[in-house]
């Protein structure tokens, strides 16, 4: 099993409309999670890190669910400008041989905004 | 504010030919410093980190070495390119006041093809 694992979509959504997804982890014991946005061919970038209560960021919403152990994010009134792969980055567990230094990444959801 | 600095954007080698990579970073002291691989259509493959100048970890075993002269300073080479070395090689840098909060943030990556 691998340890961040995420629907490679792609995600077709209309312009305007709302869009989430979820990314799940292995590592129960994990304590920092971000989502990264990456357009083609190019790096990628942090979008929002996630906290444990959940936060907004403009049209962006992050949740952490830990007892299902899995990240969502959800993208209201969509814009073509957010067509791109979103990344779902988990840390590893505090006092774990691999935490520092090291930070899982999923392989990434496609997201296409058509007009 | 912190920058960070990859060269070449974009480089085209023949097998068996030696690799230099360069990455800096500016506006920060004694950063984390990641050197990733992204294959078409893949995720992102952890290759080297480094928590101070000359410690290196690898994370996987391949013909690639990473090195960091200087602090703020990391570059990854090899000595012969192999066909499967072809990939999207990003650097990485993050702070290290909490490893466990603090989100990577990527250098512009080399885009390298061996032929």
């Known amino acids: 099993r691998k340890e961040v694992e995420q629907d490679p979509g792609p995600f077709n959504v209309p312009e305007g409309a709302t869009v989430a997804f979820n990314c799940t982890y292995s590592n129960s014991a994990s304590q920092s999670f971000f989502w990264y946005r990456q357009d083609c061919r190019k790096e990628p970038k942090l979008l929002m890190s996630?906290?444990?209560s959940g936060n907004e960021d403009g049209r962006f919403t992050a949740q952490l669910n830990r007892a299902s152990q899995y990240i969502s994010l959800l993208i209201r009134d969509s814009k073509l400008s957010d067509s791109a792969t979103y990344l779902c980055?988990?840390?590893?567990?505090?006092?774990?041989?691999?935490?520092?230094?090291?930070?899982?990444f999923g392989a990434g959801t496609q997201v296409v905004v058509t007009p | 504010s912190q920058t960070i600095h990859q060269w070449p954007a974009t480089l085209v080698q023949p097998v068996g030919s030696p690799l230099s990579l360069e990455c800096t970073v500016e506006g920060t002291s004694n950063p984390n410093l990641y050197w990733y691989r992204q294959a078409a259509g893949r995720g992102l493959q952890l290759l080297f980190y480094?928590?101070?100048?000359?410690?290196i970890s690898s994370e996987v075993p391949q013909n690639l070495s990473a090195s960091r002269p200087q602090d703020r300073q990391f570059i990854l080479s090899s000595k012969k390119l192999l066909l499967s070395d072809s990939g999207f090689y990003l650097c990485?840098?993050?702070?290290?006041?909490?490893?466990?909060?603090?989100?990577?943030?990527f250098g512009n990556g080399t885009r390298l093809t061996v032929t």
């Open positions: 980055v988990v840390n590893g567990a505090r006092g774990t041989t691999d935490s520092w230094g090291k930070l899982q």
């Open positions: 996630v906290y444990s």
């Open positions: 480094s928590v101070g100048i000359g410690q």
């Open positions: 990485a840098w993050r702070g290290t006041g909490s490893p466990y909060n603090s989100p990577l943030h």
